[in-house]
């Protein structure tokens, strides 16, 4: 049985309707909710405006998680595109995986993507693709 990450529709289309505004480079957000859903998405700025790489600023991140902690959600993801590449972990994706309880969704843009929304759980340098379950609360 693989893990599983459950999350709102709506979350899914933010996510894809993020990495498609900004195609030729990576998107990046966060991801909360309650109970292990997630139910609400944090776009944040890729300071890097990298087609490559990405990294919240960490003036904007802390706001952030202080938003988080103010509506009383849990930090349950993050999110990023891959604008030209698969939509799985890259190996800087695995070396810089900060949160190892949280679920990493990588989104791709591309019309020809067979699957444009993954998620995956990355601990200690290990890889395990989750199980996305779509939920309407
Ligand atoms: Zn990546």
Do not use: W
């Not at 300071?47 to 991140?61: D, F, N, R």
């Not at 706001?63 to 999110?79: A, C, N, S, V």
Request: hydrophobic letters at 40%; glycine letters at 4%; one cysteine or more.
């Amino acid at each position: 049985m693989p893990q599983e990450i459950r999350v709102r529709a709506r979350i899914v289309e933010e996510m894809l309707r993020h990495a498609r505004s900004e195609s030729r480079m990576e998107c990046c957000g966060l991801l909360a909710g309650v109970d292990g859903v997630i139910t609400k998405s944090f776009p944040a700025k890729n300071v890097l405006a990298s087609p490559t790489a990405y990294e919240v600023a960490p003036q904007e991140l802390f706001p952030l998680f202080r938003q988080m902690r103010e509506k009383g959600l849990d930090h349950l993801g993050i999110y990023h595109s891959h604008p030209a590449t698969e939509n799985f972990p890259s190996p800087s994706d695995v070396e810089l995986a900060a949160y190892p309880y949280q679920a990493y969704f990588i989104i791709s843009p591309l019309a020809a993507a067979p699957n444009p929304v993954r998620a995956f759980s990355i601990r200690d340098g290990h890889v395990e693709e989750l199980e996305i379950v779509i939920v309407n609360v």
